[in-house]
């Protein structure tokens, strides 16, 4: 009887499961076995089984696989639309509609670009002492350069001059957010399928993350972010994605990145 012993896709995301607990199946399974192939091909790697092997051998390894599935790219002020609409209309109806604290949470935050984005635009509001901002991310390096709060000028994106005079302090090539900045994200390490949801939530931004998620998984996650927003709270995804038939989860649309919790109740 012949010895089978080159493993298939299958074989390799059960393997990687039991070993680190990242569960592949999530992910769109094309475009993930064609980029792990790329991957195996790179680290000249016989098949999936050998890959396996080495990764679970070699720690460094396996850490720029991490890396590498999760996608890290991130900056502030990442698509200026969906910011000025934030800013014009979005949080100016919920500093009104919600007198007290607010809460934000920033799902997949990476380096913290983003959540730093939220607290610099609600410092300028004038809000930022009654906000609670949470940011989230599975993968720990990227939560401890977001803890480090330095980025280099191509982080800072569509950062305008005047705010990263203010919000900034520079030192060469690196761009430290201040300490009042800072102080004000709490990052956590969490992930979206396995960990418990932040309920009570006034905003939820979750951009550029379950782009990579197969439909299933995408409707988890949209579910959980439903149940987690107060009513009369925004949902915030990123310009490449898409959520159809928002109002099977409580959502109305309010621009093609921008999502707004039915009122069941009075917000207060
Ligand atoms: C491309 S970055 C997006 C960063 C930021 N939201 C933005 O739009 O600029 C995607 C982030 O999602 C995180 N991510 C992927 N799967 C996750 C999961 N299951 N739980 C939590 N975070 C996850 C990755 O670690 C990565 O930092």
Same mark, same amino acid.
């Given at each position: 009887?012949?010895?089978?012993?080159?493993?298939?896709?299958?074989?390799?995301?059960?393997?990687?499961?039991?070993?680190?607990?990242?569960?592949?199946?999530?992910?769109?399974?094309?475009?993930?076995?064609?980029?792990?192939?790329?991957?195996?091909?790179?680290?000249?790697?016989?098949?999936?089984?050998?890959?396996?092997?080495?990764?679970?051998?070699?720690?460094?390894?396996?850490?720029?696989?991490?890396?590498?599935?999760?996608?890290?790219?991130?900056?502030?002020?990442?698509?200026?639309?969906?910011?000025?609409?934030?800013?014009?209309?979005?949080?100016?109806?919920?500093?009104?509609?919600?007198?007290?604290?607010?809460?934000?949470?920033?799902?997949?935050?990476?380096?913290?670009?983003?959540?730093?984005?939220?607290?610099?635009?609600?410092?300028?509001?004038?809000?930022?002492?009654?906000?609670?901002?949470?940011?989230?991310?599975?993968?720990?390096?990227?939560?401890?350069?977001?803890?480090?709060?330095?980025?280099?000028?191509?982080?800072?994106?569509?950062?305008?001059?005047?705010?990263?005079?203010?919000? +900034? &302090?520079?030192? /060469?090539?690196?761009? $430290?957010? !201040? @300490?009042?900045?800072?102080?004000?994200?709490?990052?956590?390490?969490?992930?979206?399928?396995?960990?418990?949801?932040?309920?009570?939530?006034?905003?939820?931004?979750?951009?550029?993350?379950?782009?990579?998620?197969?439909?299933?998984?995408?409707? +988890? &996650?949209?579910? /959980?972010?439903?149940? $987690?927003? !107060? @009513?009369?709270?925004?949902?915030?995804?990123?310009?490449?994605?898409?959520?159809?038939?928002?109002?099977?989860?409580?959502?109305?649309?309010?621009?093609?990145?921008?999502?707004?919790?039915?009122?069941?109740?009075?917000?207060?």
């Amino acid at each position: 009887m012949a010895v089978k012993n080159e493993w298939d896709y299958d074989e390799f995301k059960n393997a990687f499961f039991q070993y680190t607990g990242l569960d592949l199946n999530l992910y769109k399974d094309k475009q993930m076995e064609r980029r792990i192939r790329q991957l195996i091909k790179r680290e000249a790697k016989p098949g999936f089984k050998e890959f396996y092997e080495y990764l679970a051998a070699t720690p460094p390894a396996l850490d720029r696989f991490m890396n590498y599935l999760t996608i890290n790219t991130s900056e502030f002020f990442r698509d200026e639309k969906v910011y000025n609409q934030l800013v014009a209309e979005i949080f100016p109806a919920l500093i009104e509609n919600f007198p007290g604290k607010l809460v934000v949470w920033s799902a997949g935050c990476s380096i913290g670009a983003e959540p730093y984005t939220i607290a610099i635009i609600m410092d300028r509001l004038k809000v930022l002492s009654r906000v609670e901002i949470h940011a989230t991310d599975v993968d720990d390096k990227a939560l401890l350069l977001a803890q480090k709060g330095c980025y280099n000028q191509k982080q800072l994106g569509k950062t305008q001059p005047h705010v990263v005079e203010e919000y +900034f &302090l520079r030192e /060469r090539d690196t761009f $430290s957010v !201040k @300490p009042e900045i800072k102080k004000t994200v709490k990052f956590h390490r969490h992930n979206l399928f396995t960990d418990d949801p932040f309920p009570g939530c006034h905003m939820i931004l979750c951009r550029n993350v379950f782009i990579y998620f197969k439909q299933e998984a995408q409707i +988890f &996650l949209l579910k /959980r972010f439903s149940d $987690s927003l !107060k @009513p009369g709270g925004y949902m915030v995804i990123g310009s490449s994605e898409y959520v159809s038939n928002p109002a099977q989860y409580s959502l109305i649309k309010r621009s093609n990145t921008i999502f707004q919790k039915n009122y069941q109740h009075h917000p207060f």
